[in-house]
């Protein structure tokens, strides 16, 4: 019998770093980051924190891509021989992150503020901006205009017209529903701005009524009234009336 006294153990092997994120589908590894840092990822949320480089950006569409392709494949579409949806799933992987979905996967787009130098303390409207979004329902179009009523106060901060319409169209580029796209666009301008007052209102068509279901061709016009635009109906009626003018 063998001694185990007079055996040596061997020298035992550090441990291999592991790396969390090797071999794993990029969306994966983004929906961890979120859990971890205590944050939601609603289909209407900027994750773009949360994913770290060109790299895995270029991952993720790979992955949207490959599953296009078994969305079009479950759907009995012959993407092999059919020379209309051979690229089918790359354009519309392309699309969602880059282009429709996009104020999901970017940053907000870099806004310049101005200080308020001649303490400006009337009513500015801005619009109609066309913008252009997703229902979360059914991913189909929203295609609308907004109209923004902003009253400055001596401390508030100033930005250029087109600085509106690329926050407007950074919040509008995610799947939502129109109320709470007013919603998180009045929140983003409120804290660029802080103006004593802020209207946004948004008219829009859904295709979701006119492509689906009961085919109907209504709009749904939503509004958001904060601070002085809530106290005073003179001010309301000044900015309806402006609008109207539009």
Same mark, same amino acid.
């Given at each position: ?6 055996v ?7 441990? $291999? ?5 090797? *071999? ?9 980051? =979120? %859990? ?5 990822f609603?289909?209407?949320?900027n ?9 895995? %950006?270029?991952?993720?569409?790979? &992955?949207? &891509?490959?599953?296009?392709?078994? /969305? ?38 870099? =806004? ?5 130098v ?8 801005? *619009? ?20 923004? *009523?902003? /009253?400055p ?7 250029? /017209?087109s600085?509106?319409? %690329? ?7 995610r799947?939502q ?10 929140? &983003?301008?409120? $804290? /660029? ?6 209207? =946004? ?12 279901g009961?085919?109907?061709e ?11 635009f809530l ?6 009626r000044?900015l309806?009336?402006?609008?109207? $003018?539009?």
């Amino acid at each position: 019998m063998r001694n185990s006294s007079n055996v040596k153990a061997l020298p035992r092997k550090p441990a $291999r770093a592991r790396n969390d994120d090797s *071999g794993r589908p990029m969306s994966e590894v983004i929906r961890e980051r =979120v %859990r971890q840092a205590g944050r939601r990822f609603h289909a209407n949320d900027n994750i773009s924190e949360f994913i770290r480089s060109d790299v895995e %950006r270029e991952a993720l569409r790979k &992955e949207v &891509e490959s599953r296009v392709q078994a /969305l079009l494949e479950s759907l009995v579409i012959d993407i092999t021989h059919d020379h209309n949806t051979q690229d089918t799933a790359r354009r519309v992987a392309k699309m969602y992150l880059k282009e429709v979905f996009r104020g999901r996967y970017e940053p907000m787009p870099a =806004v310049t503020e101005f200080p308020n130098v001649e303490r400006l303390n009337e009513l500015i409207v801005v *619009g109609p901006i066309t913008v252009r979004s997703a229902c979360s329902h059914h991913l189909c179009p929203i295609l609308g205009r907004i109209w923004i *009523g902003v /009253l400055p106060n001596a401390n508030s901060k100033l930005i250029g /017209l087109s600085k509106y319409a %690329r926050v407007a169209d950074w919040v509008m580029s995610r799947p939502q529903i129109q109320e709470e796209a007013v919603k998180t666009l009045a929140d &983003e301008l409120e $804290r /660029l701005l802080l103006p004593d007052g802020l209207a =946004v209102i948004m008219e829009a068509d859904h295709f979701c009524m006119h492509w689906r279901g009961v085919k109907d061709e209504s709009s749904m016009t939503s509004s958001i009234m904060r601070g002085r635009f809530l106290k005073s109906d003179a001010l309301r009626r000044e900015l309806l009336s402006l609008l109207k $003018r539009n």
